[in-house]
Every structure is written in C-alpha cells, then in structure tokens.
C-alpha cells in the first residue's frame, strides 16, 4: 500500500524500478539534434535491409524516437511495433 493506492508488491516493485531508472537516466541524458535527411535516409537504408516498407505512421515514430530523450511505443498485436523498432 503506498498512500491510498493498493499495489501488488512486485507490481510495485516493478513500478517504482522504471520510475527511478527513467529518473536517473533523465539526469544524465543529452539530445544529440539530427537532421531530418539524416533520419530519412537512415529509414530508406533500414527498409532495404529489411526488405520492408514502413507505414507513415512507423516513419513517423521513427524519426520521433530519433529526436526524443524517451520515447515510449505501443500499440496492439500485429500494428508494426517490431518492425518499427527493427528500423
């Protein structure tokens, strides 16, 4: 129990090690700016290599990644998750 919250104990656990972790890392992190043509074709060499075509919507959470201190994907079974994270 950690104030009105009722958690299962390695939930909790479970919890409060990534908070702490994300906390940590937040500290030590730095953004390293790159450009859009670099992301670009880094997206085109990865869809070759993987011999795939990645949706808008992957490109985009791609380059989002690129450019994020954090960044979080979800999404459901079969939407692209694997393979956005492979490029």
Known sequence: REDDRLYLPY????ETFVADAVRLWKTASTVIPISDAIISAAINES????NVTLSPEQQKA???AALSELFLLTG???????TTIQA
């Open 76 to 82: 459901g079974p079969g939407c692209g998750k694997t």
């Open 47 to 50: 869809e070759k290599s993987l």
């Open 11 to 14: 939930l909790l656990a479970a």
């Open 62 to 64: 791609v380059k989002e």
